[in-house]
Structure formats: C-alpha cells, structure tokens
C-alpha cells in the first residue's frame, strides 16, 4: 500500500521525517503528533468524485470536512487533531491528501483507479 512504498523511500533518511501506517490508532497516535512540527495525513475518502481523484485540504477545511465523514477514520482522526489542539500539541502546520476510492468498504487492497 502507499505507506509502505513512502517508508521504503524515506523512513531512515532523515531525523526529522517519519512515514508510519496510524491505521485506526486514532489517540495512539498524539505521542507521534508530540513530535512533528508539520502533520501529513493521508486516507481513503468519499466525496462523491470519480475514484483515484485526490483532494488537498489544510487549516480549518480539514476540522470542516471531518464533520461531514468523509474518511472510513475520520472520527479517530478529528478525535486525535481536537485532542493534540487542547494539550497544546497540534502541530503548526496539518495537511490532510484524501484519495477519493471506490468504495468505502475496509479492504486490505487498493482499487485500480487509486493505485494510479
């Protein structure tokens, strides 16, 4: 999947990036948040696009989109950002990368259209 291929290439290079798999660890997830300066999230989501369509959100847009359920971990996700925001933890700078898939369903696959 996408984060083992992003591990390959840059876990172990650099101190100060990190690539790991939060999966549905949702406030495992803080002592991670504790670390990074800048937060990339990455995951599945359902906006009603054509599959494999990746959308950019940061700042506010991604408390806003998170209201609306779009990621199959989306509640441990605006648990764990509300969280890391009230200890004083969230990072400065948070971008969330959704890959709109084909279905939403929990599958250990990636469809074709997100493969590419």
Do not use: C
Request: glycine share 8%; proline share 3%.
């Amino acid at each position: 999947m996408l984060h083992r291929s992003l591990q390959k290439k840059y876990n172990n290079i650099q101190d100060d990036l990190l690539v790991l798999d939060g999966g549905t660890l949702g406030l495992d997830l803080l002592g991670y948040i504790e670390w990074a300066d800048r937060l990339v999230l990455v995951d599945a989501i359902d906006i009603d696009m054509e599959p494999g369509t990746v959308v950019k959100l940061e700042g506010d847009d991604i408390d806003v989109a998170f209201e609306n359920k779009l990621s199959a971990h989306q509640m441990g996700m605006k648990d764990m950002l509300l969280t890391a925001e009230l200890i004083g933890q969230r990072p400065e700078e948070v971008v969330f990368y959704g890959i709109q898939s084909a279905t939403i369903q929990m599958d250990m696959e990636m469809s074709e259209p997100v493969k590419k």
